[in-house]
């Protein structure tokens, strides 16, 4: 078997690959699939991985008429079918790999059908996170997909793709149209490891060699991240600026100090931190205490640590303070 660069093999076959694809089994997983998507709003936002000619498009757009979708595929003449196909709808194609392309943001849902089973389980759980990092709260990837049957024909298939590239002298940095399906343990385990829950099987069929499933898994409700990228910064004074989070009488800080700041009295608030980045000086009454990337500070409240931050000419550093809101 000669291998062919991803690209060029779905570019080459854009004319041929609808009949392949449908009028068989294939047109009950997207079925199955578009019933799976049950959103409350007029205009979900999508994101389709692989979406190649966007057959799995076809029964949501009825279901979701002004549905929001974006496309990845690295195949550009199948999206100019996909365009051509959907020409009053609200869609954004983005041609290249779904490892390199940003996501982008707050998805309603998720979804990837026949694509990414040509990629090993590093691969996978990289756009897994992606995936993850891209969904609102509490919403759905669905992922309709072959799979290999045991774990020794997925290892065949990864071992079977290095042996043709070798053979070959392909390079390693391109994808080869070459199917390396995981199983369906696998697949569900890589789900976990990125973050996803409720993680369900809801259609597995199987030949002698071959499966065929629709995994969904959701993305939590709840989140302890201290999602500090998307807080604004307050900027009370002359080179100070923070981003706080804050839980009952528990305070987390990012602070920046920066050439400029003046602590005008003393501060006797206890604090526990970690420098970030950067450098500083604390003045203890009079006596002064350098700081710098990786230190870490317990200054206990009251009058005998009584201190004022100092900033150093062309001087700036980053916290992160642990602190007790009194
Ligand atoms: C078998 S087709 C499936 C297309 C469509 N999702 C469907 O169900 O009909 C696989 C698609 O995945 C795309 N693809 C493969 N690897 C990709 C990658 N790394 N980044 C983006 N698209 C990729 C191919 O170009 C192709 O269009």
């Known amino acids: 078997m000669s291998l062919e660069k991803m690209d060029d093999y779905f570019n080459s076959r854009v004319e041929i690959y609808e009949n392949d694809m449908i009028g068989n089994r294939l047109d009950e997983l997207y079925e199955r699939i578009a019933n799976l ?19 799995e498009l076809e029964r949501l757009f009825t279901k979701y008429p002004d549905m929001n979708v974006t496309g990845i595929d690295l195949s550009s003449e199948m999206l100019n079918k996909l365009k051509n196909k959907y020409k009053d709808k609200n869609i954004n194609l983005i041609c290249g790999s779904y490892f390199d392309i940003n996501f982008g943001s707050d998805y309603d849902v998720v979804l990837s059908t026949y694509s990414l089973h040509h990629f090993n389980e590093t691969e996978k759980l990289l756009i897994y996170k992606k995936v993850y ?16 049957k045991t774990e020794e024909l997925q290892q065949f298939h990864l071992s079977e793709l290095e042996r043709l590239k070798k053979e070959q002298n392909v390079s390693d940095g391109s994808f080869y ?3 390396t399906p995981l199983t369906v343990e696998n697949q569900i385990k890589l789900l ?12 597995h069929v199987e030949n002698e060699t071959i499966g065929e499933s629709i995994i969904i ?4 409700n709840y989140s302890y991240l201290v999602d500090f990228d998307n807080m604004d910064w307050s900027e009370p004074a002359t080179g100070l ?44 009454n009079g006596v002064l205490e350098r700081y710098k990337k990786g230190d870490v500070i317990f200054i206990p409240k009251g009058e005998q640590s009584k201190h004022k ?9 980053t916290l992160l303070l642990f602190e007790i809101i009194e």
């Not at 998507?37 to 057959?55: A, F």
């Not at 990092?133 to 290999?148: P, Q």
């Not at 976990?192 to 259609?203: C, D, E, Q, S, Y």
């Not at 898994?217 to 939590?220: E, F, I, M």
Request: with cysteine.
């Open 177 to 179: 149209h070459y199917d």
């Open 37 to 55: 998507v049950d959103i409350d709003s007029t205009s979900p936002k999508l994101l389709d991985l692989g979406c190649g000619t966007g057959l």
């Open 309 to 317: 931050a100092i900033l150093g000419k062309g001087e700036k550093v």
């Open 192 to 203: 976990k490891l990125a973050g996803f829950t409720n993680i369900k099987i809801m259609r």
């Open 217 to 220: 898994a959701r993305k939590p």
């Open 133 to 148: 990092d891209s969904m609102k709260s509490g919403r759905l990837y669905i992922e309709g997909d072959k799979n290999a």
């Open 241 to 284: 600026k923070f981003k706080a989070f804050a839980n009952g009488s528990q305070q987390i800080r990012l602070v920046e100090f920066s050439e400029g700041f003046v602590e005008s009295d003393w501060c006797k608030k206890g604090h526990a931190g970690y420098v970030l980045d950067g450098e500083f000086a604390n003045d203890y």
